[in-house]
């Protein structure tokens, strides 16, 4: 279907551009709100990103899905948008320490939060992580994206997305662990 209405909007149907804004608007800011991290950009990036895609659509090639394509526009949208801004962008992931992680009764405390407090922890801990990290977790398991998919749109080799997502991973169990134990304290 997707491909049909590429196809008419090349040839001059500009309307059916409208399926692709209410299709992939909700997860294009959601990605450019994790990278750049305030409502106001991220909205202007994913304006950006749609007038990119679509006087870029007679580029598209159909080797990969228009989702992916699309959503590589938004985060290197909302990368030149950092940099225009003059933000430090730069990437902590490394300085990540190796240790072994001692998640102690994170699982159990979690699950006995309601979905409304899970979501407010996630958010609280992806605000914790760099853009980067963000990013992946965002598109791995928000948007469901493969790990074929998530180095595509990000340029980042398959092996260095895994061991990015392992690293990720790691660094929300720390902060959520350390955010439930001091949220349990205040409760006591």
Do not use: C, H, P
Request: hydrophobic letters at 40%; zero cysteines; proline letters at 0%.
């Amino acid at each position: 279907m997707e491909s049909l209405y590429i196809r008419k909007i090349i040839e001059g149907d500009v309307s059916k551009f409208s399926y692709f804004v209410e299709s992939y608007k909700n997860m294009a800011f959601s990605i450019a709100f994790r990278i750049i991290n305030n409502t106001e950009d991220a909205e202007e990036v994913v304006q950006d990103s749609f007038l990119k895609a679509f006087k870029s659509l007679s580029k598209f090639r159909k080797d990969s899905k228009f989702s992916t394509w699309f959503y590589k526009i938004v985060v290197n949208s909302s990368l030149s948008k950092i940099k225009k801004n003059r933000l430090d962008i730069s990437s902590d992931i490394d300085l990540i320490n190796e240790k072994e992680v001692i998640i102690e009764n994170v699982g159990s405390a979690y699950k006995s939060l309601t979905l409304a407090d899970q979501k407010k922890y996630i958010d609280i801990a992806l605000g914790e992580l760099n853009y980067e990290e963000r990013l992946i977790l965002s598109l791995y398991y928000l948007n469901e994206n493969s790990i074929e998919e998530v180095s595509e749109i990000t340029g980042i080799k398959k092996e260095t997305i895994k061991m990015k997502l392992l690293r990720a991973r790691k660094k929300m169990y720390i902060v959520l662990n350390e955010k439930l134990k001091s949220e349990t304290k205040n409760i006591l």
